[in-house]
């Protein structure tokens, strides 16, 4: 069994405790996508035949970029491994991203995961860490993606928040 990982390297904004590797300027997401696409190509024998059972969207944001650049990478990842028809197909998204036209675009680019970005649900320490989105749109997010039948979503949180009890 084997996956496949691709990083999205951009951000509507940094939050404050980051360090992965990301730019908020994303002028560049069409080369970026290209060379994406050329690399996979260059690596399509890496694999060999082994099944991919899962592909793995993270950054950066990957919904901060359009859905038909994720669309455009798994059908090349389709075209060029072996993936299986129920892979699972993760992406990392930010809650403020999330629309009913992104979650129709999602599903019909056959991905069925999502790694939600919470980190809080308390709007003080969200504002603290420099969060895009307030705990309201959390809910409301995760509500919308079950609504376009989502079922399938982790939620990342952050603990030790220094001058927090929790
Ligand atoms: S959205 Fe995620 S990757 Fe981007 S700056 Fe915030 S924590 Fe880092």
Redesign the pocket.
Known sequence: MAGIYIHIP??????H????H?S?QADNANQMQLAMLQELDQRHSYLGSEKIKTIYFG???PS?VSSDFLKEVIQKIRSLFAVENDAEITV?C?PDDITSSLLEAYSSAGINRFSM?V?SFDDDVLTF????HSSREIIDSIALAKEYGFNNITIDLIYGIPNKKS
Do not use: I, L, P, S
Request: contains cysteine; aromatic residues 20%.
């Open positions: 951009y951000c509507k904004v940094k939050c405790y980051c360090d992965f990301f908020t950054g950066g944001t901060f990392e930010n970005g980190q860490m420099n969060r895009a």
